[in-house]
């Protein structure tokens, strides 16, 4: 099976900076698209940043500027260094991750979710 498990998460003031990681495992024939997304008390679930295959970021409006998605396709990790944080991106960030296995099907897994805390 594929786990995919985050670290990174803590509480910082705002202004401070965090770096996410999730590192995807398993039966993996192939990650593909690999992105972030959190979620506040009370809020949908929303998608941050992504990345594809080949690097190509896409950023919600709330993420340009501040945040920075990358990935290390040779451990299948995939990460978010995020700057200037205000105490809005208090959530709990998940990374998720776009995956075929051998049998090339692919499917879509979630990270375990990490609390992000920004507060003075």
């Known amino acids: 099976q594929v786990q995919l498990v985050e670290s990174g998460g803590g509480l910082v003031q705002p202004g401070g900076s965090l770096r996410l990681s999730c590192a995807a495992s398993?039966?993996?024939?192939?990650?593909?698209?690999m992105g972030w997304y959190r979620q506040a008390p009370g809020n949908q679930r929303e998608s941050i940043a992504g990345i594809t295959s080949g690097g190509t970021t896409v950023y919600a409006d709330s993420a340009k500027g501040r945040f920075t998605i990358s990935r290390d396709n040779g451990k299948n990790t995939v990460y978010l260094q995020m700057n200037s944080l205000k105490p809005e991106d208090t959530a709990v960030y998940y990374c998720?991750?776009?995956?075929?296995?051998?049998?090339?099907?692919?499917?879509?897994?979630w990270g375990q979710g990490t609390q992000v805390s920004v507060a003075s």
């Open positions: 398993g039966s993996i024939f192939r990650v593909d698209s």
């Open positions: 998720n991750a776009d995956i075929k296995d051998f049998r090339r099907r692919s499917s879509v897994y």
